[in-house]
């Protein structure tokens, strides 16, 4: 039985892994910024009562991180895998015409955060001997460049390069670091703007036909992740749910596929 902390994991990507977690047996930690877990989201867990609690935490205060760790090592007496996941995004516009508050949140959140909670899951796992740390890639991580998308397609990037050097500096030590990459996924990233409202990209056209072709619903990734996770023993590895074969035979595949999802 594994025990597990997530950041950013009160919707989306990160909610579906959580639920996947505990479906497989192991304690969870559930983060976001709100105070407490939406009522919605609780009665979906019911099930899983006694196996995850819920700790509020801004990823880009490192106080609010480590509050993580010591709320869950409190709670679980270990930690075996922490996952930063908590991610932010801006409008869908050219980079100079970002606002400096849109600029500062993908930064803090997306690098800072990453940054900080690697820091602190590594430390920590140092002094318990033994301990798993993963980061979720994005657009950028493998050097793709998307117009007016290139603030958070620059902290993925960033993302990827700390990862491998972090899985290297933890050489020898008993912890490993691997990344995450989930493809496309219907997520309020897609679907709406960091204010709510709905993105201009849904509108697209060319843009929904790709989406339509290659993305997933994040349930469906999660239910790829958690078995892999909890099995690897490889230091810096890449669990990748959209690989380039499986992309391509999308392509070719999707004039006989009905299942849209925007």
Not at 169 to 194: H, N, Q, V, Y
């Amino acid at each position: 039985m594994k025990n597990v902390v997530i950041t950013g994991s009160t919707r989306g990507i990160g909610f579906s892994m959580a639920t996947e977690f505990l479906r497989a047996g192991c304690n969870v930690t559930l983060s976001g910024r709100g105070e407490a877990l939406p009522e919605a989201t609780s009665a979906s867990l019911s099930l899983f009562k006694g196996k995850y609690i819920y700790v509020p935490c801004n990823v880009q205060k490192k106080a609010s991180l480590q509050n993580l760790w010591d709320a869950s090592l409190e709670k679980w007496s270990r930690i075996d895998i922490w996952i930063n996941n908590a991610g932010q995004n801006t409008p869908h516009m050219f980079s100079w015409e970002t606002g400096e508050t849109y600029t500062e949140n993908i930064i803090e959140t997306n690098i800072t955060g990453m940054i900080y909670g690697s820091q602190i899951s590594a430390a920590g796992m140092i002094k318990q001997g033994h301990g798993a740390i993963y980061s979720m890639e994005g657009l950028g991580s493998n050097n793709m460049i998307q117009l007016k998308t290139i603030l958070y397609g620059t902290t993925k990037h960033a993302l990827t390069y700390f990862m491998k050097g972090l899985a290297k500096e933890l050489e020898g030590t008993g912890i490993i670091a691997g990344r995450l990459s989930p493809g496309m996924m219907l997520t309020d990233f897609i679907t709406k703007t960091p204010d709510g409202e709905q993105s201009e990209v849904i509108a697209d056209e060319k843009f929904r036909k790709i989406f339509n072709i290659l993305a997933d619903k994040p349930e469906n990734v999660a239910k790829f992740f958690i078995p892999r996770i909890l099995t690897n023993t490889k230091n810096n590895a890449q669990i990748a749910w959209l690989t380039n074969r499986k992309a391509t035979w999308r392509f070719l595949t999707a004039g006989f596929r009905k299942d849209r999802l925007i």
